[in-house]
């Protein structure tokens, strides 16, 4: 734990400009960090002699004056962008051994702003799980301790667990993550830190393992609303590459973080405030909702009347698409393969060997929702409640200019506290799916803590490809709530 | 709608997964719980509304169909597991 490892990407630009700090020294920081945390298991690979070769180019290029926006900022990459090189797994067995031969669109973009990339952060295999427990490298610890038992090893959330854990534990000064149904949001939340998930189509998936291609989406994971803002200013942009990639302009994001949200008209979702909200959350919520209105904001309740069937719904098209998408892993073309007799034999003794638990549940009800006699009960029952869920969104926001709900329903939980039924697992994700369904933008912000000083993150959601709302409002509650707190092990 | 093991077996051979009996057991009481959860989507009133297709509702752009990229074979099977003479190779196929 050093100096250098606390500061925000914004204040370490300034000091790496004004050449008080090189991006080597504040890389090798960031390498010794991460090598004395590496109990927390965050990263699947590391790769420090890769950093330090970047960092070096950084400083040359910071002396010629051509320093791109994150110019030696070390962070972390999710190992589920392809990384030409690298190995990248997506937390899988099946691609344990996979070394793409190119780069992925958004760790390219990072690549080319100058960011420095210290290694690949661990996920959920294939990002399906909320708890970066389905890693087939181990679960990730998340560097946060309860009060009442500083023994008991919690969760950082998942799937984006690893980038959770790095930035939370001053380890990576951001990383990326992905989020299909709450996977940046629900760990940023976990862990005490900014997780932001732009609109579908901001971010390009080129090159970023496919789960559920409708759904997914990268975004920033960072200790600030501001450096949220400079990383996602360096990964978005249209992409020719990807055929979803929106091609509208991409606006200067920080430059939306005025500090005047006078005016502004905030829903308050009454359907996400349901019989067995905790009181902790329903309270972080009011005293956030405050905090809006104090700076001249107005709250204004609003319904989304098909709330309570977004989870039903994700999960019928998530495991649909997850299992089209991971069709491909055979055995023939790249990732592990398990010889056998004939092709099917070989294609299934693979494939069996290759995922894990969570991961073969998926597929099989993926397979079950789209197999014939099943698809329109299911599948095309699921997208049309989705275009319902969304239709709710855009009533919703004729009259309102952003959302505030909490992200998660609870603090993290220690590893091994959960029942093995996977539908009270995804009840973590019941207030991050909703928007991931429509597409919509969604960033959390730590604001508080629980009773056993665990931190918890509420909610902003906006309009289709309005980040700017979305983070002059999160720039404000961040501002307002003021959140210092750190985990085990951090001082500042 | 409870699904039962052989359901649930022949579910694992349409998605190329060869799973051990026990486990085909254990997944039919999984998979049925999942699939109860979402059966609640039958209230659900959805007359006359149109499936959802398009997330950011844009036309898919087009472009010439013509060769933008490849000519390196090596590249494309550097992961293969068992590539030989520039192909893929499989189990035979053909008697």
Redesign the interface.
């Given at each position: 734990m050093s100096e250098l490892t606390n500061l925000t990407i914004a204040d370490a630009r300034a000091k790496l400009a004004k050449g008080e700090i090189s991006a080597v020294e504040l890389t090798e920081a960031h390498i010794l960090a991460m090598e004395a945390a590496r109990g927390l298991n965050a990263f699947v690979t590391e790769t420090p002699e890769l950093a330090l070769e970047r960092a070096r180019e950084a400083d040359a290029a910071q002396q010629k004056g051509e320093a791109g926006l994150l110019s030696g900022i070390p962070l972390g990459i999710k190992d589920l962008f392809a990384t030409e090189g690298v190995r990248t797994t997506a937390s899988s067995k099946i691609l344990e051994?996979?070394?793409?031969?190119y780069e992925s669109t958004i760790s390219a973009n990072l690549k080319k702003a100058g960011a420095v990339m210290l290694g690949k952060t661990s996920l959920d295999e294939f990002a399906m799980g909320s708890s970066n427990m389905t890693s087939a490298f181990g679960p990730v610890i998340s560097p946060w301790k309860r009060k009442s038992n500083s023994n008991a090893q919690l969760v950082p959330g998942g799937s984006s667990g690893g980038s959770a854990s790095a930035v939370s534990a001053r380890i990576a000064m951001g990383a990326t993550g992905t989020d299909t149904g709450g996977s940046i949001r629900q760990p940023a939340s976990f862990c005490g830190i900014v997780g932001f998930k732009p609109?579908?189509?901001r971010c390009s998936r080129w090159g970023t393992i496919a789960f559920a291609s409708?759904?997914d989406q990268a975004g920033p994971m960072t200790r600030t609303v501001k450096d949220a803002a400079l990383m996602l200013q360096a990964m978005a942009g249209h992409d020719?590459k990807d055929?979803?990639s929106?091609?509208i302009a991409v606006p200067d994001f920080a430059a939306a973080m005025t500090g005047d949200i006078r005016g502004l008209k905030i829903g308050i979702p009454k359907e996400y405030r349901p019989d067995g909200l905790s009181a902790e959350i329903s309270k972080l919520w009011d005293d956030g909702i405050e905090m809006l209105k104090a700076a001249g904001a107005t709250p204004v309740e609003i319904s989304l009347p098909?709330t309570?069937?977004a989870?039903?719904?994700y999960?019928?098209v998530a495991p649909a698409e997850c299992?089209s998408n991971l069709?491909r892993y055979?055995?023939?073309?790249?990732?592990?393969?398990v010889?056998?007799?004939?092709?099917?034999?070989?294609?299934?003794?693979t494939?069996?060997a290759g995922?894990g638990q969570e991961v073969?549940?998926r597929?099989?009800?993926g397979?079950?929702v789209l197999?014939a006699g099943y698809y329109d009960a299911?599948y095309?029952?699921?997208?049309?409640?989705?275009?319902?869920i969304?239709e709710d969104f855009r009533k919703a926001f004729e009259t309102v200019d952003a959302i505030l709900t909490p992200t998660a329903p609870s603090a993290a939980f220690g590893l091994g506290e959960t029942n093995d039924?996977?539908?009270a697992m995804w009840l973590n994700d019941v207030f991050t799916v909703p928007a991931s369904l429509?597409?919509l933008p969604g960033i959390s912000v730590p604001t508080g803590l629980s009773s056993e000083g665990l931190p918890l993150g509420l909610q902003l959601l906006g309009r289709?490809f309005d980040e700017e709302t979305v983070l002059k409002v999160a720039g404000v509650l961040e501002s307002a709530a003021g959140f210092k707190a750190t985990p085990n092990g951090v001082e500042i | 709608m409870s699904?039962d093991k052989d359901?649930?077996k022949k579910?694992?051979?349409?998605?190329?997964?060869?799973?051990p009996e026990a486990e085909l057991t254990h997944?039919a009481g999984?998979?049925s719980?999942?699939?109860q959860?979402?059966?609640?989507?039958?209230?659900?009133n959805?007359d006359g509304?149109?499936?959802?297709?398009s997330?950011?509702?844009?036309t898919?752009?087009r472009?010439k169909d013509e060769v933008t990229d490849g000519g390196y074979p090596e590249?494309?099977l550097?992961?293969?597991?068992?590539a030989m003479d520039g192909f893929?190779?499989?189990?035979k196929?053909v008697e």
């Open positions: 051994n996979f070394v793409p031969p609109t579908y189509g409708s759904l020719p055929s979803t929106a091609n098909h309570k069937y989870l039903a719904t999960y019928i299992s069709a055979d055995g023939v073309r790249y990732g592990m393969r010889e056998g007799k004939t092709l099917d034999e070989l294609y299934a003794k494939r069996a995922f073969r549940r597929i099989l009800i397979t079950y197999s299911y095309t029952k699921a997208q049309k409640v989705r275009a319902l969304a039924d996977p539908v429509a597409g289709p | 699904l359901t649930v579910l694992a051979t349409l998605a190329r997964l060869d799973l997944l999984e998979l719980n999942i699939m959860f979402v059966e609640q989507l039958g209230e659900v959805t509304v149109a499936p959802m297709t997330v950011a509702h844009m898919l752009p472009r590249r494309v550097a992961n293969a597991p068992d893929y190779t499989v189990p196929v």
